[in-house]
């Protein structure tokens, strides 16, 4: 955190903007650098303030604040966070599409505001050469890390924890891909209300064909600027997908994007085999029970019989957990012991939050502030710094290809 994060207010309001900058004002990491009262004067003053945050509001004369954040968004590496009387799905999707990292009710409290200001810090855009500006699409990136969610126990949440690591990978530097996995009965969009007009099977008809503008028009974009590659619309449609198909177009987005997240089914067949052995990081999901622990172990056997798997690029996470100590669900700490294998996050069971973000289409993330969307935030952010130290670790090698770490030698 740094001696003080700078702050613009953008409202048509002087007194929410005397408001918002009195509860800032109470904070010492926190400085309140300027005002603006219109969308035009807010972009304006942030090329020339550079803000690392800046608190829009929503309706505000000659352009709203939804329009003023994705042109900011382009030219100045900050984060956004909006603030609106309408708190409705709606509002808070097309937020999210223009550009924003959060929503706040208006008006907000103390203790919200001050979160959601230090949050919106921590994940503001890296200061780029030539500005802040979008990614173009059809650029390739160099190679992207691939990060695959697997749990050999059905109805874990992985397909939940996939769909917010995403979310959390994402930002305007780091263009990032979900791709469903789970090929008979994948629901990731559904996890993000998206429409699937188009799936996987798109690029299967196309596989030796592949380039940057087909994938663009085949993958689906969720609200925040997620893509997402959606599973085929039935186990029939499932049949036609083979391991050799999916690899290529998993590797192949690895180029076009920074980050690439699968989620997969629980069973082991060629297809998640072949993803297992594919990724630079494999995220496990367990949940405290026996039949799951179990699960776990015959997988973890399975690793150890290969001398060529990396468990170093396992990330054990325990979900689902339940925050009343006398529910009767195992102790994690047994569970690590037990598996031999040190459990990096525990995500609470917290049914609410998630069914209303189910519902909504919103990744829990959105809410980092509270539980369970903080302790996910942090899930990502591990994965992300883990990332990063492979990028340092690494050799320069040109354009080789790394190699990748076989499951069975």
């Known amino acids: 955190m740094p001696d003080k994060i700078r702050i ?35 972009i304006a003053k942030a090329q020339i303030m550079k803000p690392d945050v800046i608190l829009m509001d929503i309706n505000m004369p000659d352009m709203d604040g939804l329009t003023a954040t994705e042109q900011i968004t382009q030219v100045v590496a900050c984060s956004v966070v909006m603030i609106s009387v309408q708190s409705d799905r709606d509002y808070m999707r097309r937020a999210m599409q223009a550009g924003a990292v959060d929503f706040l009710p208006k008006p907000p409290s103390a203790d919200e505001l001050y979160a959601t200001v230090r949050n919106a810090y921590e994940r503001r855009p890296k200061v780029v050469a ?91 974009t969720h609200g925040s600027g997620l ?62 029970t026996l039949p799951a622990v179990k699960n776990m172990k015959l997988i973890l056997e399975l690793f150890d019989q290969s001398p060529d798997f ?40 917290i049914e609410k939050a998630f069914l209303e973000s189910l519902n909504r289409g919103v990744p829990v993330i959105v809410n980092a502030r509270q539980s369970p969307g903080r302790e996910v935030q942090q899930l990502g952010e591990e994965i992300k710094k883990m990332m990063i130290s492979v990028e340092v670790e690494e050799p320069a090698t040109g354009d080789k290809p790394k190699p990748r770490k076989g499951l069975f030698g």
Not at 9 to 27: N, Y
Not at 132 to 161: C, R
Not at 325 to 346: H, M, Q
């Open 227 to 288: 893509r997402i590659l959606a599973a085929p619309r039935g186990p029939e449609e499932a049949s036609e997908v083979h391991s050799e198909h999916i690899l290529q177009i998993v590797q192949t987005l690895a180029n076009q994007f920074r980050y690439v997240v699968v989620d997969t089914a629980p069973h082991l067949d060629g297809v998640t085999i072949g993803l297992l052995e594919l990724a630079d990081v494999v995220v496990l999901v367990g949940v405290p």
């Open 310 to 349: 990396d468990k170093n690029k396992l990330i054990f996470v325990m979900n689902k957990m339940p925050v009343d100590k006398k529910s009767g669900a195992l102790n994690p700490e047994d569970i690590s012991r037990s598996l031999r294998l040190p459990i990096k996050a525990v995500i609470p069971a």
């Open 130 to 220: 030539g500005g802040a500006g979008k990614p173009d699409p059809n650029q390739p990136s160099s190679s992207g890390h691939i990060i695959v969610v697997y749990s050999p126990q059905g109805g874990s949440g992985a397909t939940t924890l996939a769909v917010n690591i995403a979310g959390c990978l994402l930002s305007q530097q780091d263009r990032t891909v979900l791709v469903d996995g789970n090929l008979q009965f994948g629901d990731a969009a559904v996890h993000l209300d998206v429409r699937t007009e188009r799936n996987i099977i798109n690029l299967v008809q196309a596989s030796g064909d592949l380039d940057s503008d087909l994938i663009e028009n085949v993958l689906m």
């Open 8 to 42: 613009m207010i953008v409202d048509d309001v002087e007194t929410s903007q005397k408001g918002l900058a009195r509860l800032l004002s109470f904070e010492p990491d926190m400085d309140v650098i300027g005002f603006a009262g219109t969308g035009s004067e807010a």
